[in-house]
């Protein structure tokens, strides 16, 4: 098939401006860039008054997740995207041990219910990947190992530091896996078992993929109150351990502390003055999404989600966990005191109930006649702690801030999917569709907000 796009304005992707080009493509090949002549094209497309690019790299993505289930990810297609980054926030589905096995499939089910619809029959990431590629599938990948994961398969989710040859262990699995084609690492020390890892023990792992050129991308360990130490942090796991860094969706949660944002640019700005590569994603939105079990406090997720599930019914564990949930205690953040019930809305849970879809836990609290944590605790232990939630936190000052940065590129934060397949049911958070139009319409358009309109 031999495709020819003409009288676009042609954006590379090399940062240069734009300049008129027409576009030809042999057997999906670009083969001539310019003033094409004498090209014999299948068909032409008139691209007047367009912008033709390159395919998006979508640098935080969770694809990796259900990668297996929907490798049309016809999400990103229809978006744009060519590439993604997968495997963030510490999360990944390999490295695989045999005793934690049913462990990972518990905590992926918190966050992506597909567990069941998975074989489990591969023990490495590269392995993972391996099965992936033959079934074929419509994006790139660039995969990352998550921290949490390898932590899961030396120690379970014990909160307790790490052994010497634990860490050994655990360096010489992260690099096995770069050496496989892994990109990096990521963490994601919101939740376990990364938050029970001191920077320490992150230092430690991480300095086995520096001489294999790995990057440590992490969802930092606060991105509210304490974001700016949280982004110290991990420029410093980046200075000792000599490995570039990624600060995952950036952003600033809860309204006292809105207009953080440009403190935190400085930090990375320092950073890179002090000799560490680093850089930030973030979407286009003023709302994130995670598990709903995310909103305990990670002590209270100790031991992964049916023991945190079996406390949760003891009275004294609940009363306690409330009171930290409502005022978290000094350097710890809480979804619910950034976002208050009002700002947690949940967009789909594991039974597929449409009757809680979309509705906030204030309002589902209202409805139901119960206090707004006891329905919380109620929606945990109905669910097995199964349930999404989309957490309402930022403000929009932030979020133009951070995307006018050019330290600061795009990532979903999201995985794809394919319209009426598979076990994943309920709403999604717009950003699996609209996060890179939300960017060239919103913030580029409207707004000019990258200064390039
Ligand atoms: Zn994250």
Known sequence: MELLIKNGRLLDGTGADWFRADVAISEGKIVEVGRVSGFHADKEIDATGKIVSPGFIDMHSHSDMTALLYPEAESKVKQGVTTEVVGNCGFTLAPVADDTLELLKRSTDTVTPVSAALTWDWKSLSDYFERVGRLGHSV???????????????????????????????????????????????????????????????????????????????????????????????????????????????????????????????????????????????????????????????????????????????????????????????????????????????????????????????????????????????MLLDEKGEAAMIVHSMGEADVSTFMANPLVSIGSDQNGVTPGRGPLGGLLHPRAYGCFPRVLGRYVREKSNLGIA
């Open 140 to 378: 790139n990948y660039a995969p990352l190992v998550g921290q949490g994961t390898i932590r899961l398969s030396v120690m379970g989710f014990e909160k307790r530091e790490p052994s010497d040859s634990e860490i050994r262990k655990m360096g010489s699995l992260l690099r096995d896996e770069i050496r496989d084609g892994a990109f990096g690492m990521s963490s994601g020390l919101v939740y376990t078992p990364g938050c029970f890892s001191k920077t320490e023990e992150l230092v430690e792992v991480a300095k086995s993929m520096s001489a294999e050129g790995g990057l440590y991308f992490s969802h930092i360990r606060n991105e509210s109150s304490g974001v700016l130490g949280a982004v110290g942090e991990a420029i410093r796991i980046g200075e000792e351990a000599n490995v570039p860094v990624e600060v995952s969706h950036v952003k600033v949660m809860g309204k006292s502390n809105w207009g953080l944002s440009s403190k935190i640019i400085s930090l990375l700005e320092e950073g890179r003055q002090k000799g560490v590569e680093v850089n930030a994603d973030m979407y286009p939105y003023t709302a994130g999404e995670t598990a709903l079990w995310a909103a305990l406090p990670a002590w209270a997720q100790e031991g992964g989600v049916d023991a945190s599930l079996a406390r949760l019914k003891e009275t004294t564990f609940r009363e306690r966990v409330k009171s930290e949930m409502i005022s978290p205690r000094e350097g710890t953040q809480s979804f619910v005191a950034d976002a208050g019930w009002e700002g947690i809305q949940i967009p789909s849970v594991g039974s597929g109930d449409k009757a809680v879809q979309g509705r906030t836990m204030a309002e589902l609290a209202a409805r139901d006649g119960m206090e707004p944590f006891d329905r919380f605790v109620k």
